[in-house]
């Protein structure tokens, strides 16, 4: 009988971006203290598991979240491509309140994913989503049975929900997760199945 490989998708901690309502995308902000700390009480959440491989966003937000939590040096995290932040072009950077004035687009991606038209230089979602499903074969593949971390992002992790739950694109933002926020997942053949939801860490400084 196969056995089921259990991936832990982990939003980064906390950035400046983050906190002043910026879009961040693949901007490469790093973590703030608040983030530090978000990341250390992940750690706490998640120690007794027990990984056999951890992977990270190419971003530096995630590679630190991935470093703090697991206590890794940065040469044995294993750096995913795949689990990069859905690009936004040049609405990266950008305050959310200035562009909900310029653009309906910007709500129409949260709200009405299935009609979202990117803007320049951003990343369409069903991309992501094609290259968020090609990595958790991947990873599943190579860590049968296993344990796996994986340090990433708020875009990918909504991907992860809509594959595994066979969302309609539209429901693609539900349950969004805030900073540190987990979401792990069983996968067995064909079968994906969502194991636990570890909600965002809220801290005292937010």
């Known amino acids: 009988m196969k056995q089921e490989t259990h991936i832990y998708f982990l939003r980064h901690g906390q950035t400046n971006n ?5 879009m961040q995308g693949r901007v490469d902000i790093p973590l703030n203290e ?11 959440r998640l120690k007794g598991i027990g990984f056999d491989a951890v992977y990270s966003s190419p971003l530096s937000r995630a590679v630190e979240t991935a470093q703090i939590v697991t ?8 750096i995913e491509p795949r689990a990069i932040e859905l690009g ?6 950008r305050l ?7 653009t309906e687009q910007f709500d129409i991606l949260w709200d009405k994913a299935d009609q979202y038209v990117p803007p320049q230089g951003a990343e369409a979602l069903e991309d992501l989503l094609a290259r968020v499903r090609a990595m958790l074969q991947d990873l599943t593949a190579r860590h049968r049975g296993g344990r796996v971390l994986v340090a990433t992002h708020g875009g990918v992790q909504q991907a992860v929900f809509t594959i595994v739950e066979q969302r309609p694109l539209r429901r693609m933002w539900d349950d969004f997760l805030g900073n540190c926020g987990c979401v792990a997942v069983g996968v067995q053949g064909s079968a994906m199945r969502v194991l636990r939801v570890f909600p965002a860490v809220q801290m005292p400084q937010e």
Not at 71 to 78: A, D, K, R, S, Y
Not at 96 to 102: D, N, Q
């Open 18 to 22: 983050n906190k002043e309502g910026r």
């Open 34 to 44: 608040v983030g530090r700390a978000q990341a250390r009480c992940a750690a706490q």
């Open 71 to 78: 206590g890794l040096p940065v040469q044995e995290i294993n």
């Open 88 to 93: 936004f072009g040049i609405w990266e950077n």
């Open 96 to 102: 959310h309140a200035e562009l909900e004035k310029e």
